[in-house]
C-alpha cells in the first residue's frame, strides 16, 4: 500500500484536529493514519490496523472517526473503546485527552476504579467516547440493560485495541458476544476498528473483527522496516547436589543478579519475567545489590497482583521520572502503553511464543530513529550427571527459536479460536438471562446461539446445556414456563467475579498499615514472611472474613505466593529448536555464554544420537520420546500413551517433561512404540476416546458448571489435536 495512491487527508480532518497536528509540529501523517483516513472515509468497511508499537495506530484510529462525530455530532455515546487492561485504557486516556479538549468532545472511562458520580454522568448525558474493558462492560450489560439504548442507540465505532490479546482467548468471545449483543439492544450498526502490533494472520483477524456482521474489514499493515538490536546471554547454574555445588551455585546466581543490575540500574529500563514471581524475586535482588553497594533504589515491580496506586508510580517513573529507573514486570506492560524513551528491554528466561517477543521488543525504541533494543538473559540449571534431555538448555533453544521465526519469517502464532467454547457459553447464557430478566428457552437459544462464536453448537446441545443447569439450581423455570436463574446460579452471578472469563484466584488483599500493598493468593499463617512489590513483609493479621493481610517491613528468607504456570508452546516453535539443535549456524547476536553453552548442546546431541529418533533408549527399561511437538500434540501424546497403550506395551510410568520429553518405562523397545503409536494414530476415529469414561478436563472458569458430556466432546476438540499430532510426527493421518 503505497502513500501515493492515497491523497493526503490533512484537509478532510476537523479543524480541532488539524491544529492538534500543528501543535504537536507533525510534519506528515503517518502511512497507517493516512490509510485509515481512506477507509474510514471513503469506504463502509470495517478497519484492521497492523502496524509496530508506536507507528500512530491510535490517533490512526480516531482521527478519522472523531471527524466524523464532528461532522454529524451523535445523539448518544458515539465510539466505545475497548481495551484488555485499566492501565492501557488510562494510558490511551491520557493520550487523546489533549485531542478531545480541543474539539470538545467528552471523554469518559468506565473501570472498577471510576466513581460512580462520573458514571452517573454519563448516564444522563451519554455522548462522546467511552473507553471500557471487557468486565465493565459486561457488568453493564446484565445489570443496566435498560440503559443500554440510551448509550450505544446512535453509536458509530467499537474501536478494540491489542486485538491479537483478544483473538485467540476466551475474553475475546466474550467482546464479539458483547458487540452483537450492544448491537441488538440499542438497535445500532457501529464499524469495527481493530489495533494491533503483532499479527501474522491478518486474513483470520480481519474475519475475528467483523464476525456476525455482514461487512467486510480492510487491512491497513504499513511495511516500515525497524533496527534491531538483541543479545542473547546464558548462564549456567550448577545443580546442588552437595555442600560444594550449593556454594557454587549461590555464587552464580550472585553473578547473574549482577549482571542483570550492571545493565540495568543507570538506565530506563524494563525486566520482562514470564511469572509474578520471578519479577518479585528479581527486584528483592536487585535492591539487596543497590543497598550493599550503597546506590539508589529506582527499582519497582509491576504486575496483576500489585495495587492501583503503585502500578501508577512504576508508569510514572518509566515515563516521566527523572534519572534511572527499572520495572521488572509480566504481561501486564507488555500491551501497548506507551512508557516513552526505555533505553532498555531485558527478557529474563525466554517468551513461550513469537508473539509475546514482538511485543516485548516493541517497548523500546519506540522514537523514530531509535533502534529497538532487546537483551535475553537465560539463568539455567545444569546438571552433568542428568538424564539425557535434562542435560539440554531448552530455555536457550527456545529463545533462538522465536527470535529466528520471527526475524528471518516474520512468523508470528497463528490465532487458535475455540470451536466449543463451553464455559464462555455458560457466561454468555448467565448474563443473558441476568439482563432479559426471564426468557422461554427458545428465546434464550435465540438469543445465545446467533452470537458469532457459538455456531458450532447444535440446538440439541444447548437443550441439553440448559436441562443440566435446571437439575443444578443455576436456572429455574417459572410456573409459565419461563427460565429465571435459579439460587445456585446468583451465586455465581452476583459476585463481580463473574464479570470476568480468565480464570483469576481468590486473592486476599495486602496492606502495610492502611496502605494496600497488592494481593496474593497463597496466604501464609502470621509470622511467616513473604515477598510482595519487591519488598518482604511479615505477616500480622490474617482476616479470613474479609480477604485480608496485615503485614510489616521484614528482612530474612522469601517465598512465592502464587501458583505459575508456563505458557504453551507451537509446534513450529519446537521445530525450529530442533532445527537449531541439529545445526551449526553461530547467530550473531549470541553472547559468548550463550555460545558456548549452545556448543557443547550440539555437542552432546550429536554424540549421543539425540536428534536421530522420536524415540531413544534410557537405560534400563526406560525411553526418552522427544516428538517435538508443540504443547497441545505433546498433551495428545501424552493420553495416547496413558489411556490407549500403557496395558498393551506394559508401560509402568509415564512421566512428562511438558513440552520437550517424555520419560517412559516398561517392557517394550523404540520399534515396537513407535509402531504402537503410528497404529494408534491412525485408527483413532473419536478423539474423545483419548479420555476416561468419567473424564471431563476444564479449558476455561466456567467449564466446571457445564453438562459434563458437553465439557468432554468440547475438550476432545479444543484440548487435543490428534491430526496436528500425527502430521508432526509424519505419520499420514486419514
Known amino acids: 500500500m503505497s502513500m501515493n495512491r492515497t491523497p493526503n487527508p490533512f484537509t478532510r480532518l476537523a479543524p480541532f484536529i488539524q491544529e492538534f497536528i500543528y501543535k504537536k509540529r507533525w510534519e506528515t501523517l503517518r502511512e497507517a493514519q493516512v490509510e485509515a483516513c481512506r477507509v474510514i ?196 547454574l550448577p545443580d546442588a547436589r552437595d555442600e560444594k555445588q550449593a556454594e557454587q551455585l549461590e555464587l552464580a546466581k550472585q553473578a547473574y543478579h549482577q549482571f542483570i543490575y550492571d545493565v540495568t540500574h543507570l538506565k530506563k529500563a524494563l525486566v520482562f519475567t514470564n511469572s509474578r514471581s520471578d519479577a518479585e524475586l528479581t527486584t528483592l535482588e536487585l535492591r539487596r545489590i543497590a543497598a550493599k553497594r550503597e546506590q539508589r533504589d529506582v527499582f519497582h515491580v509491576h504486575h496483576g497482583s500489585i495495587s492501583a496506586m503503585l502500578r501508577e508510580e512504576t508508569e510514572a517513573a518509566l ?147 440448559l436441562t443440566y443447569l435446571l437439575q443444578t439450581d443455576h436456572i429455574q423455570r417459572t410456573e409459565e414456563g419461563s427460565l429465571i436463574i435459579g439460587l445456585g446460579g446468583e451465586k455465581i452471578v452476583n459476585n463481580y467475579r463473574f464479570y470476568a472469563v480468565f480464570k483469576d484466584d481468590e486473592e486476599h488483599v495486602v496492606y502495610n498499615g492502611s496502605e494496600e500493598i497488592g494481593s496474593i493468593t497463597t496466604v501464609p499463617p502470621p509470622g511467616y514472611c513473604f515477598s510482595l512489590a519487591g519488598k518482604l513483609w511479615k505477616v500480622e493479621e490474617v482476616d479470613v472474613k474479609h480477604k485480608a493481610l496485615y503485614v510489616k517491613s521484614a528482612k530474612g528468607k522469601v517465598d512465592t505466593l502464587w501458583l505459575g504456570a508456563g505458557g504453551d508452546i507451537h509446534t513450529k516453535v519446537m521445530q525450529k529448536m530442533r532445527e537449531v539443535l541439529a545445526g551449526s549456524t553461530i547467530y550473531p547476536y549470541l553472547a559468548a555464554g550463550a555460545v558456548n553453552r549452545l556448543e557443547r548442546a550440539r555437542r552432546l546431541a550429536r554424540e549421543s544420537g539425540l536428534l536421530n529418533s522420536m524415540i531413544i533408549p534410557a537405560g534400563g527399561d526406560s525411553l526418552f520420546i522427544l516428538p517435538w511437538a508443540g ?28 513440552p520437550y520429553y517424555m520419560v517412559v518405562s516398561g517392557k517394550t523397545d523404540p520399534i515396537t512404540m513407535h509402531h504402537a503409536i503410528s497404529e494408534e494414530l491412525l485408527n483413532l476415529e473419536d478423539p474423545s476416546l483419548l479420555l476416561k469414561p468419567e473424564e471431563a478436563p476444564y479449558l476455561g472458569k466456567y467449564d466446571e458448571f457445564v453438562f459434563p458430556q458437553l465439557v468432554r466432546s468440547a475438550f476432545s476438540v479444543d484440548g487435543l489435536d490428534v491430526a496436528g499430532l500425527a502430521q508432526t510426527l509424519g505419520i499420514n493421518n486419514k
Open 631 to 658: 504443547s497441545k500434540q505433546f498433551r495428545t501424546l501424552e493420553r495416547l500413551l496413558k489411556h490407549n497403550l500403557s496395558q498393551r506395551l506394559n508401560l509402568r510410568s509415564i512421566v512428562p517433561m511438558e
Open 319 to 465: 515515563k516521566t521520572g527523572e534519572g534511572p529507573a527499572v520495572a521488572a514486570a509480566t504481561v501486564t506492560l507488555e500491551l501497548g502503553i506507551d512508557l516513552g524513551e526505555l533505553e532498555r528491554v531485558i527478557q529474563l528466561g525466554a517468551p513461550y511464543s513469537s508473539s509475546s517477543f514482538v511485543q516485548r521488543l516493541g517497548r523500546s525504541g519506540r522514537r523514530e530513529d531509535q533502534a529497538s533494543e532487546m537483551m535475553f538473559l537465560i539463568p539455567e540449571e545444569e546438571d552433568e550427571e542428568a538424564q539425557l534431555p535434562a542435560r539440554m538448555p531448552w530455555t536457550l533453544l527456545r529463545a533462538i527459536a522465536v527470535i529466528e521465526l520471527y526475524l528471518r519469517d516474520k512468523w508470528v502464532e497463528p490465532v487458535d479460536v475455540r470451536k466449543k467454547p463451553v464455559g464462555v457459553l455458560y457466561h454468555q447464557t448467565m448474563s443473558t438471562l441476568k439482563s432479559m430478566g426471564e426468557a422461554t428457552p427458545a428465546e434464550l437459544a435465540r438469543h445465545v446461539l446467533t452470537l458469532p462464536s457459538f455456531r458450532e453448537f447444535t440446538t440439541h446441545e444447548y437443550k441439553q446445556f
Open 41 to 236: 472515509f471513503d469506504t463502509p468497511n470495517h478497519l484492521l490496523i497492523a502496524s509496530g508499537t508506536a507507528s500512530g495506530k491510535t490517533e490512526a484510529a480516531f482521527f478519522p472517526a472523531l471527524t466524523e462525530l464532528y461532522n454529524h455530532p451523535p445523539e448518544s455515546v458515539g465510539i466505545l473503546y475497548i481495551g484488555p487492561l485499566k492501565a492501557l485504557i488510562n494510558d490511551q486516556f491520557e493520550r487523546v485527552s489533549d485531542l478531545l479538549k480541543e474539539g470538545n468532545v467528552p471523554v469518559w472511562h468506565w473501570h472498577g476504579d471510576v466513581s460512580q458520580a462520573e458514571k452517573t454522568k454519563l448516564m444522563q448525558k451519554p455522548s462522546g467516547v467511552l473507553q471500557i474493558t471487557p468486565e465493565s462492560l459486561e457488568g453493564l450489560l446484565m445489570n443496566r440493560p435498560n440503559a443500554i439504548p440510551a448509550l450505544f442507540h446512535d453509536l458509530r465505532y467499537i474501536i478494540i485495541d491489542e486485538v491479537h490479546a483478544f483473538m485467540g482467548a476466551d475474553r475475546g468471545i466474550q467482546v464479539l458476544s458483547q458487540m452483537t449483543r450492544i448491537e441488538r439492544m440499542a438497535s445500532c450498526s457501529p464499524r469495527r476498528i481493530g489495533l494491533s502490533a503483532t499479527l501474522s494472520d491478518y486474513e483470520s483477524a480481519a474475519g475475528w473483527l467483523g464476525a456476525g456482521t455482514a461487512i467486510s474489514t480492510e487491512v491497513v499493515s504499513p511495511q516500515g522496516g525497524r533496527k534491531l538490536r538483541l543479545s542473547v546471554e546464558h548462564f549456567s
